[in-house]
Protein backbone atom coordinates (compact mmCIF):
# COMPACT_ATOMS: atom_id res chain seq x y z
CA UNK A 1 0.00 0.00 0.00
CA UNK A 2 2.87 2.26 1.06
CA UNK A 3 4.32 2.00 -2.73
CA UNK A 4 1.24 2.57 -4.12
CA UNK A 5 0.97 5.54 -2.40
CA UNK A 6 4.54 6.96 -3.00
CA UNK A 7 4.21 5.88 -6.75
CA UNK A 8 1.07 8.29 -7.53
CA UNK A 9 3.80 11.22 -6.29
CA UNK A 10 6.10 10.71 -9.31
CA UNK A 11 3.70 12.39 -11.29
CA UNK A 12 4.47 15.58 -9.77
CA UNK A 13 7.15 15.64 -12.19
CA UNK A 14 6.28 17.43 -15.33
CA UNK A 15 8.56 15.10 -16.93
CA UNK A 16 6.07 12.18 -16.61
CA UNK A 17 3.03 13.77 -16.12
CA UNK A 18 2.89 14.97 -19.63
CA UNK A 19 2.43 11.15 -21.41
CA UNK A 20 0.04 10.89 -18.68
CA UNK A 21 -2.14 13.66 -19.78
CA UNK A 22 -1.50 12.74 -22.91
CA UNK A 23 -3.26 9.22 -22.76
CA UNK A 24 -6.35 10.96 -20.34
CA UNK A 25 -6.96 13.78 -22.91
CA UNK A 26 -9.21 11.67 -25.51
CA UNK A 27 -11.16 10.35 -22.72
CA UNK A 28 -11.86 13.72 -21.49
CA UNK A 29 -12.59 14.92 -25.19
CA UNK A 30 -15.38 11.96 -25.00
CA UNK A 31 -17.05 11.78 -22.36
CA UNK A 32 -17.39 16.05 -22.58
CA UNK A 33 -18.77 15.00 -25.89
CA UNK A 34 -21.10 12.24 -24.89
CA UNK A 35 -22.25 14.42 -21.56
CA UNK A 36 -23.14 17.31 -23.92
CA UNK A 37 -25.08 15.47 -26.29
CA UNK A 38 -27.30 14.40 -23.70
CA UNK A 39 -27.54 16.99 -21.35
CA UNK A 40 -28.74 19.42 -24.48
CA UNK A 41 -30.68 16.94 -26.01
CA UNK A 42 -32.61 16.38 -22.77
CA UNK A 43 -32.77 20.34 -22.21
CA UNK A 44 -34.18 21.15 -25.58
CA UNK A 45 -36.08 17.94 -26.69
CA UNK A 46 -37.19 16.55 -23.61
CA UNK A 47 -37.95 19.56 -20.80
CA UNK A 48 -40.85 20.48 -20.80
CA UNK A 49 -41.56 24.66 -20.95
CA UNK A 50 -41.43 26.38 -18.14
CA UNK A 51 -44.66 27.51 -16.82
CA UNK A 52 -43.80 30.87 -16.05
CA UNK A 53 -40.61 31.86 -18.59
CA UNK A 54 -41.33 29.86 -21.41
CA UNK A 55 -39.11 28.44 -23.55
CA UNK A 56 -36.69 31.26 -22.94
CA UNK A 57 -35.38 29.33 -19.42
CA UNK A 58 -33.64 26.71 -21.79
CA UNK A 59 -31.03 29.11 -21.38
CA UNK A 60 -29.97 27.85 -18.22
CA UNK A 61 -28.59 24.25 -19.51
CA UNK A 62 -25.76 27.03 -20.48
CA UNK A 63 -25.97 29.35 -17.73
CA UNK A 64 -25.77 27.72 -14.82
CA UNK A 65 -23.16 25.02 -15.92
CA UNK A 66 -21.21 27.95 -17.40
CA UNK A 67 -21.39 29.20 -13.69
CA UNK A 68 -20.56 26.54 -11.72
CA UNK A 69 -17.44 25.94 -13.66
CA UNK A 70 -16.78 29.85 -13.14
CA UNK A 71 -16.49 29.25 -9.10
CA UNK A 72 -15.07 25.77 -9.12
CA UNK A 73 -12.42 25.92 -11.69
CA UNK A 74 -11.32 29.51 -9.43
CA UNK A 75 -11.20 27.45 -6.21
CA UNK A 76 -9.22 24.36 -8.06
CA UNK A 77 -7.07 27.23 -9.56
CA UNK A 78 -6.54 28.81 -6.50
CA UNK A 79 -5.87 25.50 -4.99
CA UNK A 80 -2.92 24.45 -7.09
CA UNK A 81 -1.59 27.85 -6.74
CA UNK A 82 -1.68 27.42 -2.61
CA UNK A 83 0.61 23.74 -3.25
CA UNK A 84 3.32 25.70 -5.40
CA UNK A 85 3.34 28.42 -3.06
CA UNK A 86 4.35 25.90 -0.36
CA UNK A 87 5.90 23.32 -1.49
CA UNK A 88 7.36 25.29 -5.06
CA UNK A 89 6.12 22.35 -6.85
CA UNK A 90 6.70 22.92 -10.34
CA UNK A 91 3.53 21.29 -12.25
CA UNK A 92 1.65 22.65 -9.41
CA UNK A 93 1.92 26.64 -10.86
CA UNK A 94 1.51 25.09 -14.18
CA UNK A 95 -1.38 24.01 -13.27
CA UNK A 96 -3.05 26.50 -11.66
CA UNK A 97 -1.62 28.78 -15.21
CA UNK A 98 -3.29 26.18 -17.74
CA UNK A 99 -6.72 26.31 -15.63
CA UNK A 100 -7.14 30.21 -15.48
CA UNK A 101 -7.95 30.72 -19.33
CA UNK A 102 -10.73 28.00 -18.85
CA UNK A 103 -11.96 29.77 -16.12
CA UNK A 104 -12.41 33.16 -17.56
CA UNK A 105 -13.77 31.86 -20.59
CA UNK A 106 -16.64 29.81 -18.09
CA UNK A 107 -17.27 33.28 -16.17
CA UNK A 108 -17.55 35.28 -19.58
CA UNK A 109 -20.07 33.30 -21.20
CA UNK A 110 -22.09 33.02 -17.40
CA UNK A 111 -22.27 37.03 -17.97
CA UNK A 112 -22.92 36.79 -21.18
CA UNK A 113 -26.25 34.23 -21.25
CA UNK A 114 -27.05 35.59 -18.19
CA UNK A 115 -27.44 38.65 -20.03
CA UNK A 116 -29.56 36.83 -22.82
CA UNK A 117 -32.03 35.38 -19.73
CA UNK A 118 -32.33 38.90 -18.36
CA UNK A 119 -33.19 41.37 -21.20
CA UNK A 120 -36.68 39.05 -21.37
CA UNK A 121 -36.87 38.60 -17.90
CA UNK A 122 -36.19 42.19 -16.29
CA UNK A 123 -36.26 44.66 -18.92
CA UNK A 124 -32.57 45.24 -19.35
CA UNK A 125 -29.44 43.63 -20.29
CA UNK A 126 -27.59 44.37 -16.88
CA UNK A 127 -28.17 45.44 -13.61
CA UNK A 128 -25.53 46.39 -10.57
CA UNK A 129 -26.58 43.29 -9.22
CA UNK A 130 -24.94 41.54 -6.11
CA UNK A 131 -24.49 37.98 -7.85
CA UNK A 132 -23.73 39.91 -11.19
CA UNK A 133 -21.47 42.15 -10.20
CA UNK A 134 -19.58 39.57 -8.05
CA UNK A 135 -19.50 37.42 -11.26
CA UNK A 136 -17.98 40.15 -13.01
CA UNK A 137 -15.32 40.77 -10.35
CA UNK A 138 -14.43 36.91 -10.42
CA UNK A 139 -13.65 37.40 -14.10
CA UNK A 140 -11.62 40.62 -13.40
CA UNK A 141 -9.75 38.24 -11.12
CA UNK A 142 -8.98 35.49 -14.12
CA UNK A 143 -7.92 38.33 -16.34
CA UNK A 144 -5.56 39.84 -13.61
CA UNK A 145 -4.02 36.58 -12.50
CA UNK A 146 -3.77 35.60 -16.70
CA UNK A 147 -2.45 39.40 -17.00
CA UNK A 148 0.14 38.90 -13.83
CA UNK A 149 1.51 36.18 -14.80
CA UNK A 150 2.21 37.36 -18.66
CA UNK A 151 3.52 40.51 -16.81
CA UNK A 152 6.93 38.84 -14.93
CA UNK A 153 9.24 36.60 -17.41
CA UNK A 154 10.74 34.91 -14.77
CA UNK A 155 7.93 31.66 -14.50
CA UNK A 156 8.56 30.82 -11.14
CA UNK A 157 8.43 34.60 -10.04
CA UNK A 158 5.06 34.80 -12.02
CA UNK A 159 3.70 31.63 -10.31
CA UNK A 160 4.47 33.69 -6.57
CA UNK A 161 3.13 36.65 -7.88
CA UNK A 162 -0.50 34.81 -9.49
CA UNK A 163 -1.05 32.40 -6.22
CA UNK A 164 -0.73 35.10 -4.35
CA UNK A 165 -3.82 37.08 -6.09
CA UNK A 166 -5.29 33.68 -6.82
CA UNK A 167 -5.46 33.46 -3.00
CA UNK A 168 -6.92 36.37 -2.09
CA UNK A 169 -9.59 36.25 -4.57
CA UNK A 170 -10.89 32.84 -3.28
CA UNK A 171 -12.90 35.28 -0.89
CA UNK A 172 -15.14 36.13 -3.90
CA UNK A 173 -16.28 32.78 -4.90
CA UNK A 174 -18.59 32.52 -1.46
CA UNK A 175 -19.81 36.03 -2.02
CA UNK A 176 -21.20 34.91 -5.47
CA UNK A 177 -22.71 31.72 -4.03
CA UNK A 178 -24.32 33.52 -1.18
CA UNK A 179 -25.23 36.78 -2.95
CA UNK A 180 -28.91 35.88 -3.02
CA UNK A 181 -29.39 35.10 0.65
CA UNK A 182 -27.16 38.03 2.31
CA UNK A 183 -28.69 40.70 0.02
CA UNK A 184 -32.19 41.38 -1.59
CA UNK A 185 -31.06 40.93 -5.58
CA UNK A 186 -33.08 40.72 -8.56
CA UNK A 187 -31.34 37.02 -9.15
CA UNK A 188 -33.40 34.22 -8.88
CA UNK A 189 -32.17 32.07 -5.95
CA UNK A 190 -30.41 28.26 -6.58
CA UNK A 191 -32.49 26.01 -8.17
CA UNK A 192 -30.08 23.43 -7.26
CA UNK A 193 -29.35 22.98 -3.05
CA UNK A 194 -28.10 20.20 -1.04
CA UNK A 195 -30.32 21.00 1.81
CA UNK A 196 -33.36 20.92 -0.08
CA UNK A 197 -34.87 19.19 -2.71
CA UNK A 198 -34.71 20.84 -6.50
CA UNK A 199 -37.30 22.61 -7.62
CA UNK A 200 -37.54 22.38 -11.02
CA UNK A 201 -39.23 19.24 -13.25
CA UNK A 202 -36.69 16.25 -12.71
CA UNK A 203 -35.82 16.37 -17.10
CA UNK A 204 -34.85 19.95 -16.35
CA UNK A 205 -32.36 19.09 -13.46
CA UNK A 206 -31.39 15.91 -15.70
CA UNK A 207 -30.51 18.23 -18.38
CA UNK A 208 -28.72 20.36 -16.44
CA UNK A 209 -26.47 18.54 -14.43
CA UNK A 210 -25.31 16.82 -17.48
CA UNK A 211 -24.71 19.75 -19.29
CA UNK A 212 -22.37 20.72 -15.97
CA UNK A 213 -20.39 17.18 -16.37
CA UNK A 214 -19.88 17.96 -19.97
CA UNK A 215 -18.70 21.42 -18.97
CA UNK A 216 -16.46 19.48 -16.44
CA UNK A 217 -15.33 16.91 -18.74
CA UNK A 218 -14.10 19.80 -21.33
CA UNK A 219 -12.13 21.71 -18.68
CA UNK A 220 -10.04 19.24 -17.37
CA UNK A 221 -9.37 18.12 -21.19
CA UNK A 222 -8.41 21.49 -22.29
CA UNK A 223 -6.59 22.12 -19.26
CA UNK A 224 -4.73 18.68 -19.82
CA UNK A 225 -3.93 20.46 -23.76
CA UNK A 226 -2.78 23.20 -22.30
CA UNK A 227 -0.65 22.10 -19.65
CA UNK A 228 1.28 20.05 -21.86
CA UNK A 229 1.47 23.28 -24.14
CA UNK A 230 3.22 25.23 -20.59
CA UNK A 231 5.08 21.76 -20.30
CA UNK A 232 7.21 21.93 -23.26
CA UNK A 233 7.70 25.93 -23.26
CA UNK A 234 9.35 26.08 -19.66
CA UNK A 235 11.21 22.76 -19.93
CA UNK A 236 12.46 23.46 -23.43
CA UNK A 237 15.93 23.47 -22.47
CA UNK A 238 16.05 19.74 -20.38
CA UNK A 239 16.60 16.97 -21.96
CA UNK A 240 13.49 15.17 -21.63
CA UNK A 241 11.78 17.71 -23.49
CA UNK A 242 14.68 18.09 -26.41
CA UNK A 243 14.42 14.05 -26.94
CA UNK A 244 10.57 14.21 -27.53
CA UNK A 245 11.10 17.43 -30.10
CA UNK A 246 13.83 15.19 -32.02
CA UNK A 247 11.62 12.24 -31.74
CA UNK A 248 8.55 14.48 -33.28
CA UNK A 249 10.79 15.25 -36.20
Not at 216 to 241: K, Q
Request: aromatic share 14%; proline share 4%; glycine share 6%.
Amino acid sequence: MTNRVINWFRYASPQTFYPLAGKLIPCFWALAAIFAVIGLSIGFLLAPTDAQQGEGYRIIFLHVPASWMSMFIYLVMAFWAAIGLAFHTRLSGMMASALAPTGALFAFLSLWTGALWGKPMWGTWWVWDARLTSELILLFLYIGFIALQAAIDDPRRADRAGAILALVGVVNVPIIYFSVKWWNTLHQGASVSLGKAPSMAAQMLWGMLFCALACWMYSIAIALMRVRNIMLERERHTDWVRALLAQAE
